[in-house]
Nanobody, 121 residues
Framework: QVHLVEFGGGLVQTGGSLRLSCVVS????????VAWYRQAPGRQRELVAD???????NYADSVKGRFTISRDNAKNTVYLQMDSLETEDTAVYYC???????????????WGQGTQVTVSS
């Protein structure tokens, strides 16, 4: 059984910063790509950023230069540092992880429960 738990959401004013954490726990042989998604009211869930097991990163155009994704493999934790926050960043942020078997021949995907980020003007 694998669990993803997100921490760090909250209320912040425009221009402020938050850091989200996603902790992966359970029976884990390996963690492949981990991503942060977000979903605002009335909108589809969208990819914000992801990081591969080797540290390669990818960002949505809307957050490039403002958000930074990183991972601490020793702690099974992925972070999303969010700076220069805008009201448009308001959404529920979800962690998504690909969990590998012992030789990475099989990947299973898991979602966290989400954490609310609200940016006020």
């Amino acid at each position: 059984q694998v669990h993803l738990v997100e921490f760090g959401g909250g209320l912040v004013q425009t221009g402020g910063s938050l850091r989200l954490s996603c902790v992966v726990s359970g029976t884990i042989f390996g963690i492949n790509t981990v991503a942060w998604y977000r979903q605002a009211p009335g909108r589809q869930r969208e990819l914000v950023a992801d990081v591969t097991r080797n540290g390669g990163t990818n960002y949505a155009d809307s957050v490039k230069g403002r958000f930074t994704i990183s991972r601490d493999n020793a702690k099974n934790t992925v972070y999303l540092q969010m700076d220069s926050l805008e009201t448009e960043d308001t959404a529920v942020y979800y962690c998504h992880a690909e969990i590998a078997n012992w030789d990475y021949s099989t990947l299973r995907t898991y979602w966290g429960q989400g954490t609310q980020v609200t940016v006020s003007s």
